[in-house]
């Protein structure tokens, strides 16, 4: 925390705001990157007359919200290749992008993913970058910068792997430089990630845990997203992914697991033993076809679980409100009940319950005096909110990112008048332009996408795609 008792005081004014208890006509007090008061309006305002005063009486206040689950590595690759299922998808995409996954990607793409990100709500990122190391340099130290210039809280990591031949020292490389830039971000921290269990070889995954549990560092990883994996892992191990990660060690450190769609019973009673945080994605799993997550059969043991909005790749949107509202109707679809999720519990699933999925909840996810200002102000001008009879349900079923007034990370605008602040969204979006279809065009991807020039009648398009590139 750093804010000074000689600091300017900034009272952000709402209808509603969503502390751990509602409050009408309330407000949120700032000063610094801290919170230092909660409470009715009028008590706020008389304790502060000379504070910067933002917001409305109509508008709502509430936590930022904390994504659990993404890669920035897919922030160019929206809308693309969304017929496959997971396993197919992997193949056909992202292993294809990998290999020419560079800097310029990944900063391009956490600008263009993050400013989705922001308009949505979104305060904090819990990130996945999935590349292959490169020869000219480290590749993730770009998202750690391109996180600074949106201002979003971002935990990173990258998304390590060695099948299919790949060099060991060259990934742990990565990390390193991944962990050196984020200690030295005023935004960014840093986890170990693990691309997926199978994806790496008994000595590397040995050598994962060590570098986890020895350096003090916390765990991002896919677990069980789709039963094929459940099945390989048995056959392989005779355990689940889950049991073979608590036999092995790895969850002596704090572990955020994305998905863990095909858990069973002795996986969610491992996974409430060792706090396993859990990043539930409904749109990416509906999108893949991977399942519906058991969220309340895991929250009911305890388990914390925070909403993701995955990749561009894969959701594709990163718009976090769907993600919220999806969220909650699909637990009903699978229950068939309308009690399956209330809106409140959605709320706390993309707030509270996210931080503390990656042990942050001394940070941030509520409204609470001594907390980081995340703070977020939807719109209640406007006819989407102008009738708000139950707060919790304004947020999870009637706002759209549309009604994103004010996003507040770190005590600072990110977002004000619904844009943000600190990049010019239309020239991230010429700049992305050209380099998206030379990834696509490098990648082979011209029978995916309109982006790649179509080969002539008669030729292979992967090779014409890569010829165009200059990439044999």
């Known amino acids: 925390m750093s804010a000074a008792p000689g600091e300017r005081v900034t009272l952000l004014r709402g209808a509603w705001v969503m502390a751990p208890e509602p409050v009408r006509d309330g407000a949120v007090a700032i000063r610094g990157n801290e919170i230092v008061a909660v409470g009715r309006w009028t008590d706020l305002r008389a304790a502060h007359p000379d504070a910067d005063v933002r917001g409305s009486a109509h508008d709502l206040v509430l936590p930022g919200f904390v994504n659990t689950h993404g890669h920035f590595s897919e922030g160019l690759l929206t809308g693309i290749a969304s017929h496959f299922t997971l396993f197919e998808w992997l193949h056909a995409l992202i292993e294809q992008v990998k290999p020419h996954t560079d800097a310029r990607v990944a900063r391009l793409g956490t600008l263009v993913a993050g400013i989705q990100m922001l308009r949505s709500g979104i305060t904090t990122a819990n990130d996945m970058f999935v590349t292959d190391p490169r020869p000219e340099g480290p590749v993730t130290p770009a998202v750690v910068h391109a996180l600074d210039e949106l201002g979003l809280r971002g935990v990173v990591s990258f998304g390590a792997g060695d099948r299919g031949g790949r060099d060991i020292a060259a990934q742990f490389a990565e990390h390193e430089a991944l962990r050196e830039a984020a200690a030295a971000s005023r935004l960014a921290t840093f986890r170990v990630g693990i691309g997926a269990v199978p994806g790496q070889s008994e000595e590397m995954f040995g050598r994962s845990i060590g ?19 459940v099945t390989a892992m048995r056959t392989v191990h005779g355990r689940t992914t889950v049991e073979h990660c608590a036999h092995e060690g790895l969850f002596a450190a704090p572990t955020l697991a994305a998905h863990c769609v095909w858990v069973d019973r002795d996986d969610r009673a491992l996974m409430a033993e060792h706090r396993v945080g859990v990043a539930h994605n409904p749109l990416a799993n509906g999108i893949l076809a991977s399942g519906i997550a058991p969220v309340a059969e895991m929250r009911q043991l305890g388990i914390d679980v925070g909403f993701g909005v995955d990749g561009a790749a894969s959701n594709d949107a990163q718009d976090f409100l769907q993600a919220i509202k999806t969220g909650a109707m699909l637990a009903r679809v699978r229950d068939q009940q309308a009690t399956a999720m209330t809106a409140q519990e959605a709320f706390e699933i993309a707030t509270i319950g996210g931080a503390r999925a990656l ?24 006819p989407t909110l102008a009738s708000v009879h139950d707060p919790y349900q304004a947020v999870v079923f009637v706002a759209g990112s549309r009604e994103v007034k004010e996003v507040w990370v770190d005590g600072r605008l990110s977002v004000a008048d619904f844009e943000v602040v600190n990049v010019d969204p239309l020239e991230v979006a010429r700049e992305s332009r050209p380099v998206t279809a ?15 020039e179509q080969p002539r009648p008669g030729t292979d398009p992967h090779v014409s795609a890569r010829a165009e590139a200059g990439v044999s």
């Open 359 to 382: 042990r942050m909840e001394d940070r941030i996810g509520s409204l609470e005096v001594g907390k980081l200002a995340d703070v977020v102000v939807l719109d209640g001008t406007g």
């Open 211 to 229: 570098y986890a549990v020895d350096g003090g560092h916390g765990v991002h990883v896919h677990l069980q997203e789709v039963r094929e994996e």
């Open 438 to 452: 030379e990834l696509v065009a490098r990648a082979g991807l011209g029978h995916l996408s309109a982006l790649a």
